[in-house]
């Protein structure tokens, strides 16, 4: 018999899951859906018990009644980054604070460019302080919840925290780690730690593990709650989008990914790291390789994307983050489609219209479990580190005779947009503070 992969990713609103084998060859798939908790406005949670570990059992037990052969390898990605602050058995002390989405953490973020500098944070982290880092939030628990950081002993993610559930092992993907700013250096892997201390002082970090490599192994214990072999390799995971992007072959210099989903993602792949005041840089997932990643616009629903076109989502979200990249020496070779909003051809044709570029789209459109299920055989020692499982269906092409509009547009909104930048920010803050966070 085959042996046989288990990849499972946990998202905002739903968590996926795939069997397949060592081929890429599909077997099974499986879906749960559930809630997100808005208890504040600009507060965006998970109960990791209720949504993370049951919707990772229940899917896996599901599963596990359809593979044709023996798991081999186990591997889970999730949103992020997430911020989960757990007692030193890996036990939640608290619901999970979300990603970017959960905007709480704006006074810390203050706090943290004036204690260290905005310049300063980029050059030892590769990337900017934001909404999407974890070290905003941990100053956000010492503020204002004293009771749950005195019992907070490790710091947890989606997949870390189903990792330590199964093996015992308290370890962080680097991909994962690199959000953690300003605690991480992406370029040595290494934590820096008289930041780290600083901003979360007492707090004992992981040990950082590559997303393709072991984590662990499934113990006794972790055996008997799934159901899965014992002794098997789960490999460490990361964050979705970027596991996603190994699934479809993103993995050479040049290699960019367009995200379609609830947030607009771009990454473009170089061979070397690079400091941009604009493009967040963190490790890849092949060996040898960095993603540039470019701010992404968290607009909601595809629906309210597409109401937003008018409004110049493409030009913000698409457009002028390829033109910085290719301002920061990127090259832009080949791009890649994925996500929901792959499946209807209005978006992508707007947006190869908008940036005049080819963009591919996959035959398997799994999602991010795909690639956990290429991950976990790597960690398996099933495949190569730099095998892929990639095959594309179709291609999309820019419309010339669009060309000209498009470029006119583009240039009104380059001339509109910083000078209705202050109201923008405004009715950004006013969205936050009423609650109208999109529904994930």
């Not at 005195?150 to 710091?155: A, G, N, P, S, Y």
């Not at 072991?214 to 596991?243: K, M, Q, Y």
């Not at 060996?287 to 992404?296: A, K, Q, V, Y």
């Not at 892929?388 to 669009?402: C, F, K, L, N, S």
């Amino acid at each position: 018999m085959a042996e046989v992969l288990l990849g499972i990713d946990i998202g905002t609103s739903n968590t996926k899951a795939v069997i397949a084998h060592a081929d890429g060859a599909v077997l099974a798939t499986a879906q749960r859906e559930h809630a997100t908790s808005y208890p504040r406005p600009g507060f965006v949670e998970h109960d990791p018990e209720e949504i993370w570990w049951n919707d990772f059992t229940a899917l896996t037990a599901e599963l596990l009644e359809q593979a044709d052969g023996p798991i081999a390898g186990v591997s889970v990605s999730g949103i992020g980054a997430c911020t989960l602050p757990a007692d030193a058995d890996g036990n939640p002390v608290r619901d999970a604070i979300l990603y970017g989405v959960d905007t709480r953490a704006g006074e810390e973020i203050d706090e943290l460019l004036d204690r260290y500098g905005e310049s300063e944070i980029l050059e030892r982290t590769l990337s900017a302080v934001s909404h999407g880092s974890v070290g905003p939030k941990l100053l956000w628990l010492q503020h204002h919840e004293p009771d749950v950081w005195e019992r907070t002993k490790q710091l947890l993610m989606p997949n870390s925290f189903i990792i330590e559930r199964l093996t015992d092992e308290y370890t962080l993907d680097s991909i994962s780690a690199s959000f953690c700013i300003p605690m991480f250096d992406p370029r040595t892997r290494t934590w820096i730690d008289e930041w780290a201390e600083e901003v979360a002082p007492g707090l004992a970090l992981p040990r950082v593990v590559e997303p393709w490599e072991e984590a662990g192994r499934i113990s006794e214990r972790g055996a008997e709650l799934t159901g899965l072999p014992a002794n098997i390799p789960i490999c460490a995971g990361t964050i979705d989008a970027f596991v996603e992007s190994a699934s479809v072959g993103v993995k050479e210099p040049g290699d960019v990914m367009l995200t379609y989903g609830t947030t607009m993602g771009i990454a473009g792949l170089v061979d070397e790291p690079v400091s941009s005041g604009t493009l967040n840089s963190k490790p890849g997932v092949f060996p040898g390789t960095h993603i540039l990643i470019g701010p992404t616009a968290t607009s909601g629903a595809v629906t309210d994307w597409l109401r937003a076109v008018s409004d110049g989502k493409p030009f913000d979200s698409v457009r002028s983050i390829i033109e910085t990249l290719s301002e920061a020496s990127v090259p832009i070779e080949r791009v890649v489609a994925v996500g929901g909003g792959t499946r209807g051809a209005l978006w992508t044709q707007i947006v190869s219209d908008v940036t005049g570029l080819s963009q591919e789209l996959s035959e398997v459109t799994i999602g991010a479990c795909y690639g956990d299920c290429l991950f976990a055989a790597r960690a398996a020692g099933l495949i190569d580190n730099d095998t892929d499982w990639a095959t594309h269906a179709e291609q999309v092409e820019p419309v010339a005779e669009h060309a000209e509009l498009y470029d006119t547009l583009y240039r009104i909104y380059g001339e509109l947009y910083p000078a209705t930048l202050s109201q923008s920010h405004e009715l950004a803050k006013l969205q936050t503070e009423q609650g109208m966070v999109p529904d994930g």
